[in-house]
């Protein structure tokens, strides 16, 4: 990317799944952009770097001050509010675009080149699957997702590009690292429908989006992924879905057997991969209300990887797209794969070129084209190339339909793997 006033991707390769550890990389992180002339070579020990005396206070005040305590109270959709978190978009005929993009929220210059094609792309909603890093804190919200400018440091900050009908924003981890606050008092709150051409404010970190064809459900899995303080260090939370969650799912979404709609489902956190830790809770706490295979987007693995369907003993069974490839430095497929048995129909294998010498991925975001029964999702990485593309329909009884009249791997794309 030539944007170079913006973050690197080197300061936040590696980074720890784990909230003091992040605290502590975010301190290696220089405060302005590397001269172009510059040896970028990247640092072989960043995390050292935070260690040095003058650094140490730097990251544990803020871990201390951001991580310790309860955290933000989980929002829910009041009773006696019109507003339960379920929205019309429009259907018919009527083209309905949505871009999709997770773990995008680093502040890089590659952030902002995705920033800049969902722009483009002009889509009627913009979802974001969750993570602001490093620790979502609400500097960073303010200068890594609501583009304004930090005055502690010379980088220019990142804007997440608004829909025009609507913007909403599910839960990350790293949101949760600083217990949520930036997420749901400063995110939250620039986010939602848009009436009078102004963001009515997204209510809760779950909602549905539905038409007469489909219902595109998003749930918060970020809210339970942190444990006590220490405690998490050595385990890793299940995330499951909170009560809240299922009640409404029950309640006010109520899927049904016989509703013909296609479901498609949005959550931080991914059902299952060939690469790294499954989540499967989630999917077994949704068994009572899918019975048919749903798409489902997931983030969290800094990766694009289009799945086969597979489930798990008790859970749904799903269709899984892993995009969490927005923002981070991302992983390349490795050679042996944890789980083999998770068979991907296509992994962007691709090495991104870049002049910080990393071996690194592409990033990039999908973009999803809702058209009566007909949902078409394209996959454009950060240099604009459609990688991938992929077309379903779903049939008077809400079965999902694979489409296959084009080529769904671009020419300039590697082979799909195996
Ligand atoms: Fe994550």
Same mark, same amino acid.
């Given at each position: ?6 973050? +690197?991707?080197?300061? !936040? ?10 605290? &502590? ?46 955290? %933000?109270?989980? !929002? ?8 339960? @978190? ?11 675009? *949505? ?17 800049? $094609? ?17 620790? @979502? ?9 609501? #583009? ?43 986010? #939602?429908? &848009? ?16 038409? +007469? %064809? ?26 499951? *879905? ?8 029950? +309640? ?6 016989? +509703?013909?709609?296609?479901?498609? $489902?949005?959550? %931080? %956190? ?10 499967? !809770? ?49 992983d390349l497929p490795p050679a042996d794969p944890k789980h083999k048995e998770c068979a991907v129909e296509f992994v962007d294998q691709r090495h991104y070129q870049n002049d910080e010498h990393l071996t690194i991925g592409y990033n990039g975001y999908a973009r999803m084209t809702l058209n009566a029964d007909r949902v078409t999702v394209e996959y454009q990485d950060v240099? @604009? ?11 008077? @009884? ?21």
């Amino acid at each position: 990317m030539q944007h170079d006033c913006r973050k +690197d991707l080197q300061d !936040l390769q590696k980074l720890p799944r784990q909230p003091m550890l992040s605290y &502590v990389q975010k301190q290696s992180q220089p405060t302005a952009p590397r001269p172009k002339t510059a040896d970028r070579t990247p640092t072989r020990y960043p995390l050292l770097t935070a260690f040095v005396s003058s650094k140490i206070v730097a990251w544990i005040w803020p871990y201390l001050s951001q991580r310790l305590g309860p955290r %933000h109270p989980f !929002l829910t959709y009041a009773a006696s509010d019109t507003d339960q @978190g379920v929205y019309r978009m429009p259907g018919g005929d009527t083209e309905v675009r *949505l871009a999709l993009a997770g773990d995008w929220a680093t502040g890089t210059d590659e952030a902002h080149g995705i920033g800049e $094609l969902i722009t483009g792309y002009a889509p009627h909603y913009s979802i974001h699957l969750g993570d602001v890093y490093y620790v @979502g804190g609400p500097q960073e919200v303010a200068e890594n997702f609501l #583009g304004i400018k930090n005055p502690h440091n010379a980088f220019e900050p990142c804007t997440w590009p608004q829909g025009s009908l609507g913007s909403f924003a599910l839960n990350g981890n790293h949101e949760m690292y600083a217990r949520g606050f930036g997420y749901f008092d400063q995110m939250l709150p620039t986010l #939602g429908l &848009v009436q009078n051409g102004t963001p009515v404010g997204q209510k809760a970190s779950f909602f549905c989006l539905e038409n +007469d %064809h489909w219902r595109i459900i998003a749930l918060d899995t970020g809210y339970n992924s942190i444990d006590w303080p220490i405690v998490e260090f050595f385990r890793t939370p299940p995330c499951e *879905l909170r009560p809240e969650q299922i009640t409404w799912l029950r +309640d006010i979404v109520r899927p049904r057997a016989d +509703d013909p709609r296609g479901i498609i $489902l949005l959550t %931080h %956190h991914q059902y299952y991969s060939r690469y790294e830790d499954w989540y499967p !809770l989630q999917a077994k706490q949704l068994a009572e209300f899918f019975s048919r295979p749903v798409l489902w987007y997931w983030g969290h693995e800094h990766r694009m990887a289009v799945y086969e369907e597979f489930q798990v003993p008790g859970g749904i069974r799903a269709i899984g797209r892993c995009i969490g490839h927005g923002g981070m430095p991302i992983d390349l497929p490795p050679a042996d794969p944890k789980h083999k048995e998770c068979a991907v129909e296509f992994v962007d294998q691709r090495h991104y070129q870049n002049d910080e010498h990393l071996t690194i991925g592409y990033n990039g975001y999908a973009r999803m084209t809702l058209n009566a029964d007909r949902v078409t999702v394209e996959y454009q990485d950060v240099l @604009g190339a459609i990688i991938f593309t992929e077309a379903w329909t779903v049939d008077a @009884g809400g079965n999902l339909q694979r489409i296959r009249e084009t080529p769904s791997v671009a020419a300039n794309a590697a082979a799909p793997a195996s």
